[in-house]
């Protein structure tokens, strides 16, 4: 497929575009089946500003960011399902961890089919966002070439290689205490201590690496309130993402594809969050890497760590001499998608990734933060 979205002229841009056309370029034939129907277009009514079958550099950058975060984001999704969510046809992989599922259901009854709805739900955002691309002449995303990372091999997993790592996690649950403040806001470069300490102090695996894992039942436990952790520090992260990106948007219909898609990472998120406060409280230490985890008990805690305080509490948003207002927190837009990377990588999510893969991650990264409104 002939490439139609401009390159970018700083320096390094000829390893860039090798880069990219090794990732990208791979899925593009295959993306266009379906699109159009009976010679019917599926986006005949696009505004006059996308007729012309062209995404302005930066909005194809923002979209391109966004579709290898989903794709990201689906990778380790699909891991959860595999072992603790419902195995089915919308979501096939693996046979379910019957031990590890009991666990999850500890903290809600509905936690096999939320965590199925949101792996759908993550696989909807790739395949839109790589065919709308397509559509519009721009390159999509592949990133099957660096699926290389070994999975669990617990009873339950498919064994296929993975893109992301769910053993070897480092978790800031910060964001728990930043949307119980009143008083603080990141855009303002306030920070949050987080609600779970222990998790962002060593390694700590939210799926069972081996069955070996699942035979003790606390240590069992611990993982999967890590994985009820995780869940919403990842969505959080989207929750932030989308509105951030929207703001460097030119088209209108990109403006639509990010604020359509990014609230419903806020659902998942707030889903999520609610979930976690049911973590039962224990310790317990790894008997593999004996790092030790505590989960204390959010039910009864403060204000700023309770577990049914859900609802984001208003903050200051702008300036601090306006009315403070609930808010999604960040929403800061500069340096966002490079803010993202760092985010990940700091989490453990991408160990045993490759030195190839870390570069075309970056380099998506700086084009979609380097996106400016109305400038092609």
Known sequence: MKNRVTRSSKPGSNRRAFLKRGAVVAGAATLGAGLFEG?????????????????????????????????????FWVQYNE????????VPGGTGNVPYTNALTVLDSDMAVYIHDNTDDEFTHQNFLNAYLTSKGAD????ERFRTLPGSAASGSSGKLRLTN????????SWWTRYRSDSKNPDFGDTFPPAIPTLAVGQHTA??????????????????????????????????????????????????????????????????????????????????????????????????????????????????????????????????????????????????????????LTDLAEDADGARRGRD
């Not at 079958?53 to 990778?75: M, N, Q, S």
């Not at 769910?166 to 649950?173: G, P, R």
Request: net charge negative.
């Open 83 to 90: 072992l603790g969510g419902v195995e089915d046809s919308e």
């Open 207 to 360: 799926i069972p690496r081996t069955d070996s894992d699942t035979m003790d039942p606390n240590f069992l436990q611990a993982i999967a309130n890590t994985a009820a952790f995780h869940f919403p520090t990842i969505e959080q992260g989207g929750n932030s993402l989308y509105p951030s990106m929207a703001q460097r948007a030119t088209s209108v219909e990109v403006l639509r594809i990010l604020i359509s898609i990014g609230p419903t990472e806020t659902m998942h998120f707030q889903t999520w969050s609610d979930k976690a406060g049911n973590a039962p409280p224990l310790t317990a230490i790894d008997p593999v890497t004996k790092v030790s985890v505590t989960f204390p008990n959010l039910s009864s805690a403060g204000e700023d760590l309770k577990a049914n305080l859900i609802m984001p509490e208003p903050c200051p948003f702008l300036s601090r001499n306006l009315p403070v207002c609930s808010i999604i927190r960040p929403t800061e837009t500069k340096g966002i998608a490079m803010g993202v990377v760092k985010f990940l990588t700091n989490m453990g999510l991408f160990i045993g990734q490759s030195k190839e893969f870390f570069a075309f």
């Open 39 to 75: 010679g019917y277009s599926a986006f005949a009514q696009e505004g006059p500003e996308e007729k012309s079958g062209r995404l302005t550099p930066g909005d194809a950058a923002l979209l391109r960011f966004a579709a290898a975060a989903e794709i990201l984001e689906t990778d």
């Open 140 to 143: 999509p995303v592949d990133l």
């Open 166 to 173: 769910l053993m070897q996690l480092t978790i800031d649950t």
